[in-house]
């Protein structure tokens, strides 16, 4: 079975700029959550998405946004890109929104921002 | 306060040997659950280990064991029998019920490295 996918694996951008970050859940989970990993740190949490409602939102501005669509993929959307918006950018699924559901994560996508 | 906390930035262990990550979480959430990540330098976390905080047991999975104390507030992950393949960051995180989503707050990882 195919585990969680996202794209682009790595990208480039200038500062300003908007970036769309896509990803796929394992086949049978519902929900997606967002996360974003600068260097040297652990993951941070942007979003999740639970049957294409929003279930939670870390503590991110509003350049972030996101949204899942009817076969459970999902994209984040970051605007106004800044130098600190480099970083690995993590999905992750689980079936269902809470009650202990195990994570599992994508390869993550790349973002540089110069 | 940090709600995970890995207090050894770097391990390193001698191949075959045992070797223990430190892991502490700060929670007032009865209902919570912790978890192991390890993450290679290709980037994706892959989970290794849950201990939900009702469980009466320490999980076990394959070479890895979580040394769960509650009273501590320690979620230590124990690797047993170190492969050259072990070498990689190690995050333990924690997931709040009390929160109504699925978020898991990570610690600042542990870089494990397997000496041949």
């Known amino acids: 079975d195919a585990g969680v996918t996202q794209s682009p694996t790595h990208l480039i951008k200038t500062r300003g700029q908007q970036v769309t970050l896509r990803c796929s859940p394992i086949?049978?989970?519902?929900?997606v959550s967002w996360y974003q990993q600068v260097l040297g740190q652990g993951p941070q949490f942007i979003f999740q998405y639970y049957e294409k409602e929003e279930r939670g939102r870390g503590n991110f501005p509003d350049r972030f946004s996101a949204r899942q669509f009817p076969n459970y993929s999902s994209e984040l959307n970051v605007n106004a890109l800044l130098l600190g918006d480099s970083a690995l950018y993590l999905c992750?699924?689980?079936?269902?929104?809470?009650?202990?559901?195990?994570?599992?994560f994508g390869p993550g996508t790349r973002l540089l921002v110069l | 306060a940090q709600k995970i906390t890995q207090t050894q930035p770097g391990m390193f262990v001698q191949e075959k040997e045992a070797v223990t990550l430190d892991c502490t979480y700060d929670t007032s959430d009865p209902s919570y659950g912790l978890f192991w990540y390890k993450q290679p330098s290709s980037g994706e976390m892959i989970f290794l280990i849950y201990q939900g905080s009702y469980d009466q047991q320490n999980a076990t999975e394959g070479r890895y064991s979580l040394n769960f104390q509650k009273a501590r507030k320690s979620a230590n992950l124990v690797i047993s029998a170190s492969q050259l393949g072990d070498s990689a960051m190690y995050f333990c995180?924690?997931?709040?019920?009390?929160?109504?989503?699925?978020?898991?707050?990570f610690g600042t990882g542990t870089r494990l490295t397997v000496i041949p």
């Open positions: 995180a924690m997931r709040e019920s009390g929160t109504g989503a699925n978020n898991l707050f």
């Open positions: 086949s049978g989970h519902k929900s």
């Open positions: 992750a699924s689980s079936y269902r929104a809470t009650g202990g559901e195990t994570q599992y």
